[in-house]
């Protein structure tokens, strides 16, 4: 399995409070990539990031920000969360290195009351 | 990244091969196609990957069509472990954002 651990696992949480998502690899990979997951949308891409402080929108970035401050660790926020950011968040890494495959994490359960 | 289409969902019998098939039309000259799979409440998982040439691994083979505007993944012998959700992804090899589409949804029967 590739070393990627994802925190926390789950969490309930009530709207309007802010939440981060923590997403760490030991892998020494380039590329990190948050996606969600809900019933009937498939996973949709909603940041990525190609390096140190670098980083760009997916498809559905709006209400979430992330950071990458070191290699192995890529943070998503809520701001302020809200109940349609309710949902299964998967952390994501791959490098040239390895073909660019992906490889995820086992993902975060995330339910705003 | 070029757009997959795939079939919503499939059946296979148990110990049968299960071919999944997927349409990349526009599919670039540089973009390579990428298989996953992702069982029940699970990370997605890694299968497969190639540009032209046909690939098999342990887990499965690609066969890509000559004008690479289609491709079938091969499960030689489907076992119930098997049923999962497929996705088909034509993307770049140099790194940046990889879209999913909705995948094909196989479901391997005793």
């Known amino acids: 399995d590739a070393g990627i651990t994802q925190s926390p696992r789950h969490k309930v949480t009530e709207t309007g409070t802010p939440v981060t998502l923590r997403c760490h690899q030991t892998?020494?990979?380039?590329?990190m990539y948050w996606y969600r997951q809900d019933p009937g949308h498939g996973l949709r891409l909603i940041h990525y990031?190609?390096?140190?402080?670098?980083?760009d929108k997916g498809e559905v970035s709006d209400g979430y920000s992330v950071s990458r401050s070191k290699t192995e660790d890529f943070l998503l926020t809520l701001e302020s969360a809200t109940s349609s950011q309710t949902s299964v968040y998967f952390c994501?890494?791959?490098?040239?290195?390895?073909?660019?495959?992906?490889?995820f994490g086992e993902g975060s359960w995330l339910t705003v009351v | 990244d070029a757009k997959t289409t795939q079939p919503t969902s499939m059946d296979c019998a148990e110990g049968r091969a299960a071919n999944l098939p997927c349409n990349h039309s526009?599919?670039?000259?540089?973009?390579?196609v990428y298989w996953y799979r992702q069982i029940h409440s699970q990370g997605p998982q890694y299968i497969i990957h190639g540009l032209k040439n046909n690939e098999t691994n342990e887990m499965a083979s690609l066969i890509i069509t000559e004008d690479r505007k289609s491709s079938t993944l091969i499960l030689p012998h489907a076992t119930l472990r098997d049923t999962a959700v497929y996705y088909c992804i034509a993307h770049y090899n140099q790194g940046g954002k990889l879209i999913f589409g909705q995948g094909t949804e196989l479901s391997v029967k005793p």
């Open positions: 994501a890494i791959s490098d040239q290195g390895t073909g660019n495959t992906i490889y």
């Open positions: 526009t599919i670039s000259g540089n973009e390579y």
């Open positions: 892998e020494n990979h380039r590329y």
């Open positions: 990031s190609y390096g140190v402080k670098d980083t």
